[in-house]
């Protein structure tokens, strides 16, 4: 089923509405929400949250992808997870990408409207070719791993890890091209 058929399944409360959007992007949820926490139990939960939220948001929303929507949903979930899992003094798998892009984007007591910084990424992310965009949205975005990245790219992980850092290093640049300094 497409996009557009699991929206208007969503819009018209049917209660087929979840397992199509589970059977089509369950997989891709579950992931995302396991590379940011490592934890199988924490990843269903957020995997549930993301189903829920998303039958409690479409409508009103109408979002042309189901499937970014749903990774959205889900990364913000899993990420409120983490932090409150290293609220408690537990680990997670993405505080090594965050503390990584730290050194890029300012701070949050730096006054920026988000909509720039936004703005911002989204033209770096437009500047670079598909395999680079892929490696940083897959590090920064999916939180996927240095290993697990070289295998999807079939580059080397010293690759890998190499071009993530130029990616950084263009970031920051781009971002201070733009007024927005760490």
Request: charged share 25%.
């Amino acid at each position: 089923m497409n996009d557009s058929g699991i929206r208007d399944l969503f819009w018209t409360r049917s209660e087929q509405a979840i397992p199509a959007l589970a059977a089509k992007y369950g997989r891709l949820i579950y992931q995302i929400a396991m590379n940011i926490l490592s934890v199988s139990q924490d990843a269903e939960e957020c995997e549930n949250d993301t189903y829920l939220t998303v039958w409690n948001t479409v409508p009103p929303a109408t979002p042309v992808s189901m499937q970014a929507y749903s990774a959205k949903i889900v990364r913000y979930i899993a990420c409120d997870k983490l932090d409150y899992n290293m609220a408690e003094k537990r680990g997670g798998g993405a505080e090594m990408s965050i503390t990584e892009l730290e050194e890029c984007i300012p701070a949050s007591d730096v006054s920026l409207d988000d909509t720039e910084l936004s703005e911002a990424i989204d033209a770096f992310l437009a500047g670079l070719d598909a395999q680079n965009k892929a490696l940083f949205v897959g590090k920064y975005f999916m939180s996927a791993s240095v290993k697990e990245l070289a295998h999807m790219s079939g580059l080397t992980v010293t690759c890998v890890t190499t071009r993530l850092s130029r990616l950084r290093e263009k970031l920051r640049q781009v971002l201070h091209e733009r007024g927005i300094n760490k």
